[in-house]
């Protein structure tokens, strides 16, 4: 079988998708190797601005423009955990490099410098990450429960979140509500 590799792409979870967790999720996958995927779920906020996060970890925040944004569940693993996809990859104690463009950090440096200087300035804030075991999500792939597209900056960075998941299906040609309407087997 040949392997492929996820590595900076889109899931865009099929409407056939019950699991809770993954239902109607927008998916950027941060890594893919033989040892398995991590990733995060980039459309789906939950109850929590980055202010108060920043405030909860006794960070002070000192510019303007970051205390609204959203703080997103990035996944079922690790949700007691902070993730942050961000532009550019910079110089963190804890980063996976996605590619020459985009990090995932782990550490609480990059929110300090956020906090303090309000670099970098494209930051996602995620509690918890989703994770695949190895030849998992290539399963999952074969049993049409993703659709997938190599990720595009502007769709993480520049779009609300509530919009993401139909623009990484317009990369694909692919409307909403017609993938809802086509759902099922033959």
């Known amino acids: 079988m040949q392997r492929i590799n996820l590595t900076d792409h ?4 099929m409407p056939a998708m019950v699991d809770s967790y ?3 999720s927008l998916v950027y996958v941060a ?3 033989e040892r398995g995927a991590l990733g995060v779920i980039v459309n789906r906020p939950i109850d929590m601005s980055l202010g108060t996060l920043l405030e909860k970890i006794d960070v002070p925040l000192e510019v303007d423009g970051f205390a609204n944004l959203p703080v997103l569940f990035g996944g079922p693993v690790q949700t ?3 993730f942050v996809l961000h532009r ?4 963190w104690q804890s980063t996976l490099a ?3 463009q985009v990090g995932l950090t782990s550490s609480r440096d990059i929110l300090q410098a956020v906090a303090r200087s309000g670099q970098p300035r494209d930051v996602m804030v995620t509690l918890g990450y989703a994770g695949w075991a190895a030849g998992q999500l290539e399963h999952e792939l074969t049993q049409n429960a993703w659709l997938t597209v190599l990720a595009e900056p502007h769709i993480l960075f520049e779009l609300p979140y509530e919009e993401r998941l139909a623009s990484a299906l317009e990369l694909l ?3 909403l509500a017609n993938l809802a309407d086509a759902a099922g087997h033959a």
Do not use: M, T, Y
Not at 10 to 13: G, N
Not at 88 to 91: F, I, L, N, Y
């Open 10 to 13: 889109f899931l865009i979870a």
């Open 22 to 24: 993954f239902s109607k």
């Open 31 to 33: 890594e893919h190797n």
């Open 80 to 82: 007691d955990r902070g």
């Open 88 to 91: 550019p990859v910079g110089q």
């Open 98 to 100: 996605i590619n020459d």
């Open 173 to 175: 040609g692919v409307n």
